[in-house]
């Protein structure tokens, strides 16, 4: 089964950018179709992007047009370019997994999950 480490979190002013990393191991990449969700304190994790099996992509309204969700086999990486962050961005970016072709954009269909990497946007 496949391991999720996340990374390229920190802190960053309003406008900025960032670009988080997240290193799969354990299991065939390609065969997976891999997610970034976010956790803010005291509220639901919510969807940010997804990258499919076929290379599809699917982003929250929030995020669409700022975030970019892209992978590279050959690393059996994926990442999350964010742009324009705004202070709402601040959470806990999770890197997610599935072998779901085409998975809704709900926790609960992805089944592997990485520890978590912080996004402070400062004002």
């Known amino acids: 089964q496949v391991q999720l480490v996340e990374s390229g979190g920190g802190l960053v002013q309003a406008g900025g950018s960032l670009r988080l990393s997240c290193a799969a191991s354990g299991g065939t990449f390609s065969s997976y179709s891999m997610a970034w969700f976010r956790q803010a304190p005291g509220k639901e994790r919510e969807f940010v992007a997804t990258?499919?099996?076929?290379?599809?992509?699917r982003y929250a309204d929030s995020t669409l047009g700022r975030f970019t969700i892209s992978s590279d086999n050959l690393k059996n990486t994926v990442y999350l370019q964010m742009n324009s962050l705004k202070p709402e961005d601040t959470a806990v970016y999770y890197c997610?997994?599935?072998?779901?072709?085409?998975?809704?954009?709900?926790?609960?269909?992805?089944?592997?999950w990485g520890q978590g990497t912080q996004v402070t946007v400062s004002s």
């Open positions: 990258i499919a099996r076929g290379g599809g992509t």
């Open positions: 997610a997994a599935t072998k779901n072709t085409w998975p809704p954009p709900y926790a609960y269909q992805f089944g592997y």
